[in-house]
């Protein structure tokens, strides 16, 4: 299961305008993410997600389901990069694959370093992170 450079389909995912001001009101409440009128006159020139929405979605509703119960303890998150911004509609697709391992087996775990990788239709990469991971084996 923990195979370097397995790779997963997690799915593909679009964001409401709804979800997006709903997830911002409770994680990340700039102008941007809570109105369409505001965000006319930002940078993105509409709504947009919160960076981490895609990825808490994706964690929450498919990794976790998928790997979750051989989870010991997180580690830490490294390189978490917003590429590109999610708009409302916008179809976001989440690959997960492993990109080291370093077993442990004095203590029958390992720590497995995740690449998250969130793509578009034109399979453009809207951001990316490592989440590094103790699992028992």
């Given at each position: ?19 997006i001001i709903d997830f911002a009101m ?13 965000a006319k006159h930002s940078l993105f ?93």
């Amino acid at each position: 299961m923990f195979e370097i450079s397995s790779r997963y389909d997690l799915g593909e995912k679009k964001f409401s305008e709804a979800e997006i001001i709903d997830f911002a009101m409770q994680y990340d409440p700039l102008d941007f993410h809570l109105s369409v009128e505001a965000a006319k006159h930002s940078l993105f020139k509409a709504l947009v997600s919160s960076g981490p929405h895609p990825f808490h979605h994706f964690y929450k509703n498919h990794w976790i389901p998928k790997f979750g119960k051989s989870v010991v303890a997180g580690i830490g998150l490294d390189n978490w990069r917003f590429l590109k911004p999610v708009h409302v509609n916008e179809n976001v697709r989440c690959i997960v694959s492993v990109k080291r391992t370093m077993p442990h087996p004095e203590k029958a775990t390992i720590t497995v370093t995740w690449l998250f990788e969130f793509l578009n239709d034109k399979e453009e990469l809207f951001q990316h992170l490592e989440m590094i991971v103790l699992h028992k084996k």
